[in-house]
Nanobody, 124 residues
């Protein structure tokens, strides 16, 4: 069993930055591709960023590319999402996800485990 716990959400002004963390339990963290998804009120959950199990490959949605950076520390079993130049439309609950795969799929149905989510609110 794998458990994921996000932290780092909060309220920030437009143009500001936040760093999300996701701590993962279990001895097989390095065998999972990891990703961040987000869900705004009344909208479907959408892919934001993904990182391969080795950390050598990353992928981003067009809406966050160039502003967000995903990284992982396999020794600490933690994945991060550095969010810069935040916009009000980035407001959402952000979820960490793990997929038993070498690379992260942008399809949330492919994820095997999920965290409980952390709220990010960007004020204008």
């Amino acid at each position: 069993q794998v458990q994921l716990a996000e932290s780092g959400g909060g309220l920030v002004q437009a143009g500001g930055s936040l760093r999300l963390s996701c701590a993962v339990s279990g001895r097989t963290f390095s065998r999972y591709a990891m990703g961040w998804f987000r869900q705004a009120p009344g909208k479907e959950r959408e892919f934001a960023a993904g990182i391969s199990r080795s950390g050598s490959g990353t992928n981003y949605s067009d809406s966050v590319k160039g502003r967000f950076t995903i990284s992982r520390d396999n020794a600490k079993a933690t994945v991060y999402l550095q969010m810069n130049s935040l916009k009000p439309e980035d407001t959402a609950v952000y979820y960490c996800a793990a997929e038993w795969s070498s690379t992260m799929s942008p399809d949330p149905k492919k994820s095997d485990y999920w965290g409980q989510g952390t709220q990010v609110t960007v004020s204008s």
